[in-house]
């Protein structure tokens, strides 16, 4: 079947850094996405990685190991606005994206 | 990116009437648009896809009779949720597939509409 597995929940400090995991099992692989999706909205795109390596977009990074079915979302300068859900998703032999539970990070002053 | 808008933001409604929930492609033609619902604290779930001009593919568990789809043109899919109760109180949300070379996977979304059957 398929499978993604992220942390349900992350708790992390204003200023900080802090890094969300991925794991996936997927029947074909096209790339992964980490949304963003604060709460009571809808998500909004961070980043696809489909080759192995780390992608850097400003304050955030991805991160993707195609031979160890992982990823990582790196955020850094933690503000509270990124107080939100992140949600880990794969694009499989279809085309079709499978989404993880999403991981709730919550910042503290 | 894509700019999506779905109408209304949030719908109150009796048990056993229907509502309809209308998403906009903005920005470029859409053929392909997804319809996903989320319950509190939970991921998106894929109820179905919308293709422009042809009967929507809906995902197992969902019910096509219950969720209609109609998907008339390149700018606009619509879901009907017909009978509803209180069991389908849920946040729906619509997305579009860009057409757009390396994005091409890239999904776009609507606000959302949070539907709340009484």
């Known amino acids: 079947g398929q499978n993604i597995d992220q942390p349900t929940e992350m708790t992390a400090t204003e200023g900080a850094i802090v890094q969300i995991n991925c794991t996936y099992q997927?029947?074909?692989?096209?790339?992964l996405f980490w949304y963003q999706q604060h709460a009571g909205e809808a998500p909004t795109f961070l980043s696809y990685?489909?080759l192995d390596g780390l992608e850097e977009k400003g304050r955030f990074s991805s991160f993707l190991s195609r031979s160890k079915g992982y990823s990582y979302l790196l955020l850094k300068e933690l503000q509270m606005k990124d107080s939100a859900s992140y949600l880990c998703?794969?694009?499989?032999?279809?085309?079709?994206?499978?989404w993880g539970a999403g991981t709730k990070l919550i910042i503290k002053p | 990116g894509a700019v999506v808008s779905q109408h209304p933001s949030w719908v109150i409604c009796k048990s056993g009437t229907s509502v309809k929930i209308e998403c906009r492609s903005l920005?470029?033609?859409?053929?392909?648009m997804f319809w996903y619902r989320q319950f509190p604290k939970q991921s998106l779930m894929l109820m179905a896809t919308?293709?422009?001009?042809?009967?929507?593919?809906?995902e197992q568990g969902v019910e096509k009779d219950k969720f209609l789809i109609n998907h008339a043109s390149l700018t606009l899919s619509t879901l009907t949720v017909t009978s509803a109760h209180p069991e389908d109180s849920s946040f729906y949300i619509c997305?579009?597939?860009?057409?757009?070379?390396?994005?091409?996977?890239?999904?776009?979304f609507g606000p959302g509409t949070r539907l709340t059957v009484t």
């Open positions: 997305s579009v597939r860009s057409p757009h070379g390396t994005e091409l996977y890239e999904q776009y």
């Open positions: 920005d470029f033609q859409a053929t392909t």
């Open positions: 919308s293709n422009e001009g042809s009967k929507a593919t809906y």
């Open positions: 997927t029947s074909g692989f096209n790339g």
């Open positions: 990685n489909v």
């Open positions: 998703a794969c694009l499989d032999s279809n085309y079709q994206l499978i």
